[in-house]
C-alpha cells in the first residue's frame, strides 16, 4: 500500500511537472507527448517500446494499491461489523476518512481522464491542440478542479501515512514534519495541475 | 470543593449474554454527585437497579486508579469518556464534573469482533493475552538483579521504552480505531521490549510473530488514523507503530528474524 501509493504520488509529480510544458507553446508541448511515447529511453529501448514498461509499471503499482487497500478494507469490515450508536471523531482528518471512497472516485475519473487524452483525444495529431480545446469548456476546468481536490485530499493522508507505515514517524516532530511535507506536496500537486487548464480557460495559453 | 448534584440520563448497552441481542437501555440517575468516578456513577445506578430486582448493569474493574486496565467503556462515543477534554483518562479516573446537569450520556462496550461481548459493557479480551504469549516476552532467566552499569541503556531509549511500557493493555485503541487494529497495543509492547538489552535476542522474530498473531485473531489493519493514541489513557503516542513497522520491515533482512 505504502510502496505502491508513493509510487503513484512520484508519478503525479512528473506527469505535473510535463504538463507545464504547455506553458512553453505547441512544438515544446506536443515534442515532449512525442518523446514520451517514442523517444524516452531510446535507443536503450526500442522506438515507443519505453512507454510501454512505463504502462505497465504505473498499472502494476495502481492495481497492486487497490488489491491492498480491498484487502484492509474487507479485514475493516471483518474486524468490526458492530459499529457504535454513537462515535466520536477525535483525531482522524476529514482526508483520512475519505481514503476509500474518495479512492474509488478517483480510479473512476482517472478512466475518464485516459478516454479524454489518450485513447480518443479531440486532435490525435496534437495532444496540445486537445487540451487547449477541452479545457476552453468552463465545465471541464471545473470538473477538473473538483477531481483534484480529491486527489489532493488523497494524497495528503497518503503521503502521510506511507511513510508511517515505512517506519519515518519516529517522534512527535517527525510527525509534524510528515504532515507539512504531506500538505506541501498535495498543494503543489493541486496548483501544478490546475494551473494549466485555468490559463487556457482565461486565454492565457492558446488563444 | 462544594458537592454539586446533577441529574442525569443514562443510555446503556444491555446484553444478558454473549449470544443473545442487545439494545440500548435509558435510565435516569438522579442526584449524582459531581465528585463521584464514572464508576462510583454505575455503582450508584446498579444500587437503585438492585433495589428495584433488576439485573444490575455488568462492567469490569479492579484498581479504579488508572493503573490496571480492567475498566473501560465507551462513553458518549470515546472509549474511557475523555470526550473533547484534552486529559487523557480511564474510565475510572473519570469523574462527574465532566458532564452538565440534564446531560443524555451513550454508555456501550468496546465492539471488535475480536474482543466479543461477554455482558452488557463486559468484553474478552484475551485476544491481548494471545498477543502477548506469541512474542511480548524475553527468555533470559530471571534472579538476582544483576549490576545494573553492565548493560548501560541510553536514557533516550530507556526513557522511550518505559513511556511504551506504560501501556496498560485497557483496549481503548482497539475500541476506538475505525479499522479495530490492535496495532497501538503491539507496537507498545515491540517498543517497550525492543529498545532494552533484554530484548534484543528476540527483537526481529518476536515481531514477525506478534503482528502475525495480530492478524490472525482478526484485529483489522492500520491507516495511521490516529484515534488510537487520542483515546489513549496512558498516551502512548502514534510513533510506536512507526516503531513496529521499521522492526518488521528490518526483520525480513535478519537472520535472527527468520521463524
Ligand atoms: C491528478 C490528476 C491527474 C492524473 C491522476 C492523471 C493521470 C494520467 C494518466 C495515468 C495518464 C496516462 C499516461 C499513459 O499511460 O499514457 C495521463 C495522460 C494524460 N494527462 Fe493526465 N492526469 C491528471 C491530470 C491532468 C491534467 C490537469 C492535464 C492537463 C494539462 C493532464 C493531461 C494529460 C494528457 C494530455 C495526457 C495524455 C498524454 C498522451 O497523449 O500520452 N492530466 N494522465
Ligand atoms: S495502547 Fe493505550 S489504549 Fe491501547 S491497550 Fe495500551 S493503554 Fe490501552
Ligand atoms: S479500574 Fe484499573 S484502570 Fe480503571
Known amino acids: 500500500m505504502a510502496v505502491t501509493g508513493l509510487i503513484l504520488i512520484a508519478f503525479l509529480l512528473f506527469h505535473m511537472y510535463g504538463n507545464l510544458k504547455v506553458f512553453i507553446g505547441e512544438e515544446a508541448f506536443n515534442h515532449y507527448a512525442e518523446w514520451l511515447k517514442t523517444d524516452m529511453l531510446y535507443p536503450i529501448f526500442p522506438k515507443g517500446g519505453f512507454i510501454w514498461c512505463f504502462r505497465l509499471v504505473m498499472l502494476a503499482a495502481l492495481v497492486l494499491h487497490m488489491w491492498s487497500a480491498i484487502t484492509l478494507w474487507l479485514r475493516a469490515k471483518k474486524a468490526n461489523p458492530d459499529s457504535y450508536a454513537v462515535k466520536k471523531r477525535l483525531e482522524r482528518t476529514y482526508s483520512s476518512s475519505m481514503m476509500r471512497w474518495g479512492g474509488i472516485i478517483l480510479a473512476g475519473f482517472l478512466v475518464f481522464h485516459l478516454y479524454q487524452f489518450t485513447i480518443a483525444p479531440r486532435d490525435p495529431a496534437s495532444p496540445y491542440n486537445s487540451v487547449v480545446t477541452d479545457f476552453s469548456q468552463w465545465y471541464f476546468v471545473l470538473f477538473y478542479a473538483l477531481w483534484l481536490i480529491a486527489v489532493c485530499m488523497h494524497v495528503r493522508h497518503g503521503f502521510w501515512s506511507a511513510f508511517a507505515t515505512l517506519g519515518a514517524n519516529t517522534s512527535e516532530e517527525s510527525h509534524m514534519v510528515l504532515n507539512a511535507l504531506a500538505w506541501i506536496v498535495a498543494l503543489l500537486i493541486y496548483i501544478g495541475f490546475i494551473l494549466p487548464p485555468v490559463c487556457i480557460l482565461f486565454g492565457l495559453i492558446g488563444a | ?259
Open chain 2, 1 to 259: 470543593m462544594s458537592d454539586t448534584k446533577i441529574n442525569i440520563t443514562l443510555r446503556i448497552w444491555r446484553q444478558p449474554k454473549a449470544t443473545s441481542p442487545g439494545k440500548l437501555v435509558t435510565y435516569p440517575v438522579n442526584g449524582v454527585s459531581t465528585d463521584m468516578s464514572f464508576l462510583e456513577m454505575l455503582d450508584m445506578l446498579n444500587e437503585e437497579l438492585t433495589v428495584k430486582g433488576e439485573e444490575p448493569v455488568a462492567f469490569d474493574h479492579d484498581c479504579r486508579e488508572g493503573i490496571c486496565g480492567m475498566c473501560g467503556v465507551v462513553i458518549n462515543g470515546t472509549p474511557h469518556g475523555r470526550g473533547s477534554s484534552p486529559v487523557p483518562t480511564t474510565t475510572c479516573q473519570l469523574h462527574m464534573r465532566n458532564f452538565k446537569d440534564g446531560d443524555v450520556i451513550t454508555v456501550e462496550p468496546w465492539r471488535a469482533r475480536p474482543f466479543p461481548i461477554i455482558k452488557d459493557l463486559v468484553v474478552d479480551r484475551s485476544a491481548f493475552d494471545k498477543i502477548i504469549q506469541a512474542g511480548g516476552y524475553i527468555s533470559v532467566n530471571t534472579g538476582a538483579a544483576p549490576e545494573a552499569h553492565a548493560a548501560p541503556v541510553p536514557k533516550i531509549k530507556a526513557d522511550r521504552s518505559f513511556d511504551a511500557a506504560t501501556c496498560i493493555g485497557c483496549g481503548a485503541c482497539v475500541a476506538a480505531c475505525p479499522n479495530s487494529s490492535g496495532m497501538l497495543f503491539t507496537a507498545a509492547k515491540i517498543t517497550h521490549l525492543g529498545l532494552l538489552p533484554q530484548g534484543q535476542p528476540e527483537r526481529y522474530l518476536r515481531v514477525k510473530k506478534m503482528i502475525g498473531e495480530h492478524d490472525a485473531l482478526g484485529f483489522g489493519g492500520c491507516q495511521n488514523l490516529g484515534e488510537c493514541a487520542a483515546a489513549c489513557p496512558k498516551s502512548i503516542p502514534l510513533d510506536v507503530i512507526s516503531q513496529l513497522n521499521r522492526d518488521l520491515i528490518k526483520s525480513m533482512f535478519k537472520r535472527d528474524g527468520k521463524k
